[in-house]
């Protein structure tokens, strides 16, 4: 919950928490969730907020009605996505449908390696001759007692 009404601005002037004068905070408030993106003074404040729209929507889309357990738990696809849009402080793209065929092919390669990595964990399991490596062991030999 926040103490600033919905009627007002969702920019704020940057003060010694945030680097100084020149950087401000731009926020967005869905349902539970902030998204607050910290900015410098050259940004345009409405097309950071669109960012912010985009970046909601396209986690809705992945997450079927995103909410704080999503983002929680998978805190990896959540940046993934967002260097999706941002990298290195410069947006590099804002077409969700462009995001989304970006994700699906993401998802294919995880699923790809996934099933490689199991194939050859089952595969180095099979060619294991226990018995034999054990004779191969050189142990020392134990105290008599």
């Known amino acids: 919950y926040t103490k600033r009404d919905d009627n007002v601005c969702n920019f704020l002037e940057g003060g010694s928490l945030i680097g100084g004068s020149d950087y401000k905070l731009i926020y967005r408030h869905y349902a539970t969730l902030y998204f607050v993106f910290c900015v410098d003074s050259s940004?345009?404040?409405?097309?950071i907020l669109d960012l912010i729209q985009v970046f909601v929507e396209t986690l809705d889309k992945c997450f079927e009605n995103v909410c704080e357990l999503d983002l929680i738990f998978h805190v990896d696809k959540v940046h993934y996505i967002l260097n999706e849009l941002v990298m290195g402080g410069m947006v590099l793209e804002t077409n969700m449908s462009e995001i989304l065929s970006r994700i699906s092919e993401q998802n294919k390669l995880e699923k790809q390696e996934t099933g490689l990595a199991a194939a050859r964990a089952v595969s180095a399991v099979k060619n294991?001759?226990?018995p034999a490596q054990l004779k191969e062991m050189k142990l020392p030999d134990l105290p008599q007692a």
């Open 128 to 130: 294991i001759n226990l």
């Open 43 to 47: 940004e345009s404040e409405l097309g």
